[in-house]
């Protein structure tokens, strides 16, 4: 027979009962002439297991005297009972209907406001368009007209270019896209009237210049600080004297070879954290960004800290202005360690790789590389030669700028 409970057997309550001893098939008999409804007949060890109406169990008095049957109670089930169970605790299942309540009504207005993709436009600024139009918090969801908020948002903001808003959960949620802003050409660095210089010592290995005045060529050994493309050029009078110098950006490529003296020290002993058996978590809670209920642990050990989001995803979904957030302090222990001479040497390896990788990002050419690694006493000294080439792009003042003086076209 069917095993599914309804919806009118949950409301009015309902008994599953044992039929023992007596004339079992009368019972059923006579409950049938009188309309007592029985569902989900069984025979367990030779006794009649069936249900019936809790209302209808009160009735069955006289059938089990005239068919002498005995009757015992195996499960009470429905809504009945479950309020019987709540009877000496009303005030517990009354919080509950109220807090449901609560939850209900708050779920119908606006407790959160959400920005994306605004860099000009400020997160105030967009609040301050909502507020004009009526929306803020705790207005309620169904006053919001979301087509007329986008339109207004281009007439307000001319530089949005695209708009999205939408209502989630209790959240409104705007996404906008700016127009992109060109490059203000006063923010390029100008080189005008300065000199293209040398960043060290080194060699020239190649050389080309578009504009400016070439101070060196090919092959060169230079010094720091040397120029190597001058930044204004010179006009001449017919004696071969200057009579004025017309100021230019130096445009050129210059490479050049230098050597690089690296030096690396690095102790063989090391502290190592290991984590220990103690842990204390503490629970903090936020509404609308200000710290409630802070119970804050007093740890005496040596701790790292593990800050977690423990936020129910119901309430994520509601966009409700709730955040639980979970500290765990696990105890950790620091021990003094010594590295073997392997590890120390891989070490001091990994360091030297990392500082040749960074100059490979900067541009810079790795030709050669002489670079030794030794233990001594507790540490592991790295020491050598890199030889590198790399394009010189260090600019410095004229003459002329530098002295307050400023000469050229007019």
């Known amino acids: 027979m069917n095993s599914v409970v309804g919806v009118s057997e949950f409301l009015l309550g309902y008994l599953r009962i044992s039929i023992k001893g007596g004339s079992a098939e009368r019972f059923l008999n006579v409950c049938a002439g009188r309309g007592i409804r029985l569902w989900n007949l069984e025979r ?149 009237g300065m000199n293209l210089i040398s960043s060290d010592d080194g060699v020239i290995t190649e050389m080309i210049v578009r504009k400016g005045v070439p101070k060196v060529k090919l092959g060169d050994e230079i010094k720091k600080d040397q120029v190597l493309v001058e930044g204004r050029v010179p006009v001449m009078n017919e004696d071969g ?26 102790s063989l002993y090391y502290l190592e954290t290991v984590p220990g058996r103690r842990k204390e978590d503490e629970y903090r809670f936020f509404f609308y960004g200000n710290e409630y209920f802070t119970g804050e642990k007093n740890v005496f050990y040596r701790e790292s800290v593990l800050e977690t989001d423990v936020t129910p995803k119901l309430i994520h979904m509601l966009g409700m202005p709730i955040r639980i957030r979970k500290i765990t302090h696990g105890e950790v222990k620091v021990t003094l360690r010594k590295r073997n001479e392997d590890e120390a040497k891989e070490q001091s390896l990994t360091k030297l790789l990392k500082f040749l990788t960074t100059l490979e990002e900067k541009g810079v050419q790795i030709i050669e590389k002489d670079v030794k690694i030794s233990i001594e006493g507790d540490f592991s000294l790295t020491y050598g030669e890199i030889m590198i080439r790399e394009k010189e792009d260090l600019f410095q003042k004229t003459e002329d700028e530098l002295d307050g003086t400023q000469r050229g076209l007019e």
């Not at 009579?243 to 690396?264: H, M, N, S």
């Open 44 to 192: 367990a060890e030779g006794n009649l297991c069936l249900n019936l109406y809790l209302s209808a169990f009160y009735r069955l008095h006289p059938i089990i005297r005239k068919t002498k049957v005995k009757v015992v109670i195996l499960e009470r089930k429905g809504l009945p009972f479950l309020l019987n169970r709540f009877r000496n605790r009303w005030v517990f299942f009354l919080g509950g209907v109220l807090a449901v309540s609560a939850w209900l009504i708050s779920t119908r207005f606006l407790w959160s406001m959400e920005f994306s993709g605004n860099m000009k436009i400020t997160s105030d600024q967009l609040e301050r368009f909502l507020e004009k139009r009526g929306v803020c918090l705790m207005v309620p969801l169904g006053s919001i007209r979301v087509t007329e908020l986008e339109l207004a948002l281009y007439d307000e903001f001319e530089d949005v270019t695209w708009n999205s808003i939408r209502i989630q959960g209790t959240a409104l949620i705007v996404d906008l896209k700016e127009r992109d802003v060109p490059q203000n050409q006063t923010e390029i660095q100008s080189h005008l």
């Open 241 to 266: 004297t200057v009579r004025e110098w017309i100021l230019t950006e130096p445009d050129a490529d210059v490479w050049v070879e230098r050597k690089l003296q690296y030096e690396g020290c690095e």
